[in-house]
């Protein structure tokens, strides 16, 4: 299976339509790909907060309609990264959007766990609730979005729920890189799964980004890593490894469900 993820820089310089296009090109490059995957809020910048609302699309908005014909054209399936959606009758929402090769939506995905404390995202928009999986010919996606990565019951309850390739799209800080690689790997290692991280790279709202997306087998070797500017890391994984790593050393089988607090007299 190849995947092919997309580092696109997110810089002010750009307007929203100029990148639009750009990144509707470049998918279309990846022809002959499995997978295509981009990174989070990559429309106005994960830390553009100014920008969301001003910037914020229905679900079938321009960024779909861009991605869906894209993702037709080229044949593959598109994890087109997230965009702040617009829900008429809700807050704003951080939602990832996953198309087929015919170009039908297959899966949208509302980040769950919102990135700022008490500001930016986190007052901005509303937290999704709902896990999302999408059975792909050989291997069932997980999605996540950023700052999930953090949260490792969220992939485990992923994984419980058939995923064997976690999808992270983010727009990491260079600030953290550190995090960003070792939490790939961790949720790989602990998963016995691939994962698949797209980041962005340049600065927006002052904020440079890490870029060095990543791409980790069930065994947590880096099969594939970007540098810090714009990329596209293409990279061929056998997703039988999945099921072959959790058969030899089946870790998972031993995990003890339902502990209980230290009892207190
Ligand atoms: O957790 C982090 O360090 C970064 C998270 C983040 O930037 C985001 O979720 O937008």
Redesign the pocket.
């Known amino acids: 299976m190849r995947a092919s993820v997309i580092q696109i820089a997110v810089d002010e310089g750009e307007s929203v339509e100029s990148r639009r296009r750009r990144v509707a090109s470049l998918v279309r490059q990846q022809a002959g790909s499995d997978l295509v995957v981009l990174p ?1 809020l990559w429309t106005t910048g ?2 553009a907060y100014e920008e969301f609302g001003r910037e914020a699309e229905p679900l079938e908005g321009p960024t779909y309609e861009a991605m869906a014909k894209a993702a037709s054209d080229a044949g593959v399936w598109l994890h087109a990264g997230s965009v702040p959606e617009r829900d008429p009758e809700g807050p704003l929402y951080n939602t990832s959007l996953v198309f087929s090769p015919s170009g039908d939506l297959a899966a949208a995905y509302r ?1 769950i ?3 700022g404390f008490d500001k930016g ?1 986190a007052v901005l928009m509303g937290a999704g609730e709902e896990l999302v999986t999408v059975r792909l010919p050989r291997t069932t996606l997980g999605l996540s ?6 949260f490792p019951e969220l992939f485990r309850a992923l994984v419980d729920a058939g995923a064997e390739t976690l999808v992270v799209s ?4 260079e600030r ?1 890189r550190s ?2 690689t070792l939490l790939a790997q961790a949720r790989a290692v602990e998963n016995q799964s691939f994962v698949v991280a797209c980041g962005t790279a340049g600065t927006h709202a002052g904020v440079p980004q890490a870029g060095h997306s990543i791409v980790v087998d069930p065994w947590g070797e880096v099969l594939a890593e970007a540098g810090a500017g714009e990329e596209v890391l293409t990279v061929e994984f056998d997703p039988g490894k999945v099921a072959a790593t959790r058969e030899q050393f089946p870790a998972l089988k031993d995990r003890m469900l339902g502990l209980q607090p230290p009892h207190r007299p």
């Open positions: 989070e994960a830390f980040k766990h919102r990135f995202e979005t950023c700052y999930d990565l953090r983010a727009g990491w800080p953290r995090h960003w």
